[in-house]
């Protein structure tokens, strides 16, 4: 269940508060937008970029794109989190062992900068109950400005449109190791060879899509609206991703809009 019990406190009541203060930032919609109001209300921050085999350049390059546009420091920290076993091996928990990883290596590069506060961007619309990796957040004692603030997905988007940010209507993400099955071991191969088919799918328009691993296949899941653009590039995505997986397979149960 998503908590509904938020203050009324509003983000320029956070800042006014929390003057000093790391971001964790991966350049998608809320941490953009949480990066915003912090320089906005002139506190002191840092944006905090983990670059990991999980995260494709292009995060890279809108989390730099964005800073740059805000004038706010960014700092980009390199982690191999597949050499964590317990994220390596893909189990049901690897959520909570990559936050935990991510989120100590901010710690640690934050605290030498001098921040002791870190924040992420989880606002109220995320179902903390179904999102392992908020547990790691706990722990470490991460504040999540925008879901204190009762600031939803909806709100932050709407807001982000008006204050001009162009992340405003970027399709949610998930990091590539989420296309690879629960359980089936992780290796830099097979997130390369992800991040190469789904920067071809992008390359012919496609959004908010995924190519998912099954059994050495690429499994493509759309959203309903693209079936057109997918039947009309049919033969090139055959041929492109067949390089690389043995089938190549549609996904009937298309995605959300």
């Known amino acids: 269940m998503i908590d509904?019990?938020?203050?009324?406190?509003?983000?320029?009541?956070?800042?006014r508060e929390n003057?000093?203060?790391?971001?964790?930032?991966?350049?998608?919609?809320?941490?953009?937008?949480?990066?915003?109001?912090?320089?906005?209300?002139?506190?002191?921050?840092?944006?905090?970029?983990?670059?990991?085999?999980?995260q494709p350049l292009f995060e890279r390059e809108d989390a730099e794109r964005l800073a740059g546009k805000l004038n706010a420091k960014m700092k980009v920290i390199n982690k191999d989190v597949l050499e964590v076993p317990e994220i390596a091996s893909n189990p049901k928990d690897r959520c909570y062992h990559c936050k935990r990883c991510i989120m100590e290596a901010i710690q640690e590069e934050a605290m030498k900068d001098g921040y002791m506060?870190?924040?992420?961007?989880?606002?109220?619309?995320?179902?903390?109950?179904?999102?392992p990796g908020t547990k790691a957040l706990g722990e470490?004692?991460?504040?999540?400005?925008?879901?204190?603030?009762?600031?939803?997905?909806?709100?932050?988007?709407?807001?982000?449109?008006?204050?001009g940010l162009f992340t405003w209507d970027k399709a949610a993400y998930a990091c590539l190791a989420t296309r690879i099955p629960t359980g089936?071991?992780?290796t830099e191969e097979k997130l390369e060879r992800?991040?190469?088919?789904?920067?071809?799918?992008?390359?012919?328009?496609?959004?908010d899509f995924r190519v998912r691993l099954f059994d050495d296949s690429a499994r493509i899941q759309i959203?309903?609206?693209?079936?057109?653009?997918?039947?009309?590039?049919?033969?090139?995505?055959?041929?492109?991703?067949?390089?690389?997986?043995?089938?190549v397979l549609f996904d009937l149960e298309v995605r959300d809009e």
């Open 4 to 15: 509904s019990g938020f203050s009324e406190m509003t983000i320029e009541d956070f800042f």
């Open 184 to 186: 089936e071991a992780i």
């Open 117 to 131: 506060a870190i924040l992420d961007g989880t606002n109220a619309s995320d179902d903390t109950a179904d999102r």
């Open 19 to 54: 003057r000093k203060a790391a971001i964790a930032f991966s350049g998608g919609v809320d941490s953009a937008y949480l990066l915003y109001e912090a320089m906005k209300n002139e506190a002191d921050v840092t944006a905090y970029y983990v670059q990991s085999p999980f």
């Open 140 to 163: 470490l004692g991460v504040l999540s400005p925008l879901r204190a603030c009762g600031l939803t997905k909806a709100e932050i988007r709407k807001r982000s449109r008006a204050a």
């Open 223 to 247: 959203r309903e609206c693209d079936i057109p653009l997918l039947i009309e590039n049919r033969e090139r995505i055959l041929k492109a991703l067949k390089e690389s997986y043995k089938a």
């Open 194 to 207: 992800t991040e190469n088919a789904e920067n071809f799918m992008y390359s012919l328009g496609f959004r």
